[in-house]
């Protein structure tokens, strides 16, 4: 089937011109237009693992939404943007299954409310005295996800407290002096609508078993976007639906337990997938065998995902003039790292296949679609290689949010030591 032929809707030769390739690419008006389709919900919080550039941050916040931290790093990067985690509504919300000491000192710090994935982080809160609000995520038993990679709950699962073990859970947390005043379940991401809408059960049931402390309930992350395009394209998940389910789940809570409960969605992918693209060269172009091959100047260290999950990323090129080049000859799109798992047309488990692209030559410009979230967020140094530059584009401008790192920036952090 030949490929669709969508473009980038940038001016791709500009962006190479001005930055330089490897280079990353965001649209803020698609992240505000994102951020706008889940507004239903009373809570929208980014999930900013996702991409936490902290200019992106600042979008999203100028947007209406709060965000999650699951590190130190994470709650450094909210408080540098103004989110106040001490808000009626804490603008930022610390989510993570154990508390390194520099986070528990951050949370003791800034009073960071925490949701506990495991029970050791209540005794850990409670050894040292620290009384934020305590919300807890919840493995309901199942999950779903993209990849089994990012199947996020089940008895495989690391996440979360397992749904038997709430009310043991619960009596500690009495005992201790926490009340419990949210519930968080996330299954997974780029689950489908059929798995995401078995949660709203899991949580009526965990929320009537904590009881009248629950005031808050999140519905996780995990809202799919399509990744294919044209006829290959997954339908849009239809948020009016997903919201309807959840608001019935809190519905029955609030009757249960007669008070107000606040709804809150936990998205990553969705808010920022579709606003990214990251921009590369064709450095090489050769034949092994039957394949042709497009060699480029970015490589798993800038985009892991088809690496690492076999995760599928729309490719349009461009000529040096930045008019996109059309056709269709099948092509394996690979990095220049010494690895041969190097290869952004793979399925998961690592097979290398084809795609159908346009014929291109050394100079051209490639690009890959829907790469703002898990993209950046998720790059290395391996191979020595710099962190390549993040560009915010607002009305046709363009803005340098993260500038290429150096190679003395990844050096920085060593001395070769004396008796080399
Ligand atoms: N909330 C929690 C507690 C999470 O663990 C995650 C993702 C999210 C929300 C956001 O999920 P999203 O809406 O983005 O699906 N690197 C993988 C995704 C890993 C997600 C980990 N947790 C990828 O590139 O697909």
Not at 11 to 38: H, K, N
Not at 351 to 380: C, I, K, N
Request: proline content about 5%; glycine content about 10%; aromatic content about 8%.
């Amino acid at each position: 089937m030949a490929s669709p032929c969508e473009s980038a809707p940038f001016d791709v030769a500009r962006v190479a011109r001005e930055f330089g390739t490897p280079c990353w690419l965001y649209r803020q008006s698609m992240i505000e237009r994102r951020i706008a389709d889940v507004s239903r919900f009373d809570v929208v919080r980014f999930a900013q693992k996702a991409c936490s550039n902290l200019s992106i941050l600042k979008v999203v916040k100028d947007a209406g939404a709060m965000v999650d931290a699951v590190s130190a790093g994470e709650i450094v990067r909210a408080l540098r943007v103004g989110y106040d985690p001490r808000a009626k509504v804490p603008g930022v919300v610390y989510t993570a299954d154990i508390f390194d000491r520099e986070a528990l000192d951050l949370v003791e710090k800034h009073q960071v409310p925490v949701n506990i994935g495991s029970a050791d982080m209540l005794e850990q809160l409670a050894e040292r005295g620290i009384r934020v609000p305590l919300t807890v995520r919840i493995n309901p038993g199942f999950g779903h996800g993209h990849s089994r990679k990012v199947n996020t709950g089940g008895d495989l699962s690391k996440h979360g407290v397992w749904h038997e073990d709430l009310p043991a859970l619960v009596a500690r947390a009495n005992e201790l002096g926490y009340p419990i005043s949210g519930l968080h379940m996330h299954i997974g991401s780029g689950s489908d609508f059929a798995h995401l809408s078995q949660v709203g059960d899991a949580m009526v049931k965990a929320a009537l078993l904590v009881g009248s402390s629950v005031r808050t309930i999140s519905a996780g992350g995990g809202l799919p976007i399509s990744y294919r395009k044209g006829d290959e394209a997954t339908p849009p998940i239809d948020l009016l639906a997903y919201f309807e389910l959840w608001d019935c789940a809190r519905k029955m809570i609030e009757k249960k337990i007669g008070h107000a409960v606040t709804l809150e969605v936990e998205p990553g992918r969705y808010l920022v997938a579709e606003s990214g693209y990251l921009v590369a060269e064709i450095r090489a172009v050769k034949n092994q065998g039957k394949n042709r091959f497009y060699l480029l100047d970015a490589g798993f260290t800038d985009l892991v995902r088809p690496s690492f999950y076999g995760a599928y990323h729309y490719i349009s090129i461009y000529g040096k003039d930045g008019a996109m080049l059309v056709g269709s000859e099948p092509a394996v799109v690979a990095g220049p790292l010494c690895e041969s798992g190097d290869v952004f047309t793979q399925e998961e488990g690592g097979f290398v296949t084809t795609r159908d692209l346009p014929e291109a030559q050394v100079g051209d410009l490639l690009v890959f679609h829907d790469a703002g979230a898990y993209g950046a967020a998720m790059s290395s140094n391996y191979n020595s290689r710099p962190l390549a530059p993040e560009v915010l584009e607002r009305g046709g401008e363009l803005r340098l949010i993260r500038r290429r790192q150096s190679l003395e920036d990844i050096f920085r952090l060593e001395e070769p030591c004396a008796s080399l």
